[in-house]
């Protein structure tokens, strides 16, 4: 079974890069000076969810498709568990852009409510 972290495990371990990737939780410590984009890629996401741009980033051959499947198997070897579901992530752990496509999506629905209670049912 796989050890489970809170988020504020992980934001208190953002000096180690941990990092979340879906429900896991990575340690890349010892692979920081390996990655082929630097360190300080990692360490700027230290102690996030990442996973939209571990999916959709990586070298400009693999930008349409994200991360290559050798980073892919190297993220696996990285793994030291899984995020606890019942912990809440800090603000500043989530993309801002999830949180940016969540307040428009509220922000739509309440668009199309308000034409159709005030507008279309007159």
Avoid: C
């Avoid at 992980?10 to 990575?26: C, H, L, P, R, T």
């Avoid at 999916?55 to 190297?74: L, P, R």
């Amino acid at each position: 079974m796989s050890r489970k972290f809170t988020w504020q495990e992980v934001g208190d371990n953002a000096k180690n890069g941990w990092i979340v990737i879906g429900d896991s939780v990575y340690g890349p410590q010892g692979f920081l000076d390996s990655h082929p984009g630097g360190p300080a890629v990692i360490r700027n996401k230290a102690g996030k969810d990442v996973t939209r741009f571990f999916y959709e980033m990586g070298t400009k051959q693999y930008m349409k498709q994200g991360h290559s499947q050798n980073a892919q198997d190297i993220l696996k070897s990285l793994k030291i568990g899984e995020i606890d579901k019942n912990s809440q992530p800090a603000k500043w752990q989530v993309d801002s852009d999830q949180r940016l496509v969540a307040i428009t999506s509220v922000l739509l629905i309440l668009a199309i409510a308000f034409l159709y209670f005030y507008v279309l049912r007159k």
